[in-house]
């Protein structure tokens, strides 16, 4: 039986990282890798793809999740990267 890392999940979805991997973002869904590629190639699950890597904005997955779940968006922006000022 699949038993996902709690302390990756936790990590995953409750840190300050802007995005997750395939495998954190399937033990955060407690899905397998296998099933979460299929869901990213599909369309599913809300990604960026960075070269030949997928990557799923936080933000992103906690939001897709609660509009599956019915729940009304969030109504705080996500979070930005700042740019340095010369």
Do not use: F
Request: with cysteine; proline share 9%.
């Amino acid at each position: 039986m699949y038993e996902p890392d709690s302390e990756a999940v936790e990590a995953a979805l409750h840190d300050d990282r802007l995005v997750l991997t395939v495998k954190e973002t399937a033990q955060a869904l407690r899905i397998s890798e296998n099933t979460c590629y299929e869901l990213l190639r599909q369309g599913v699950i809300p990604h960026v793809k960075l070269g030949s890597q997928y990557r799923v904005p936080a933000w992103n997955l906690r939001a897709w999740l609660g509009l599956e779940a019915g729940v009304p968006p969030p109504e705080e922006t996500p979070p930005t990267l700042a740019r340095k000022e010369d």
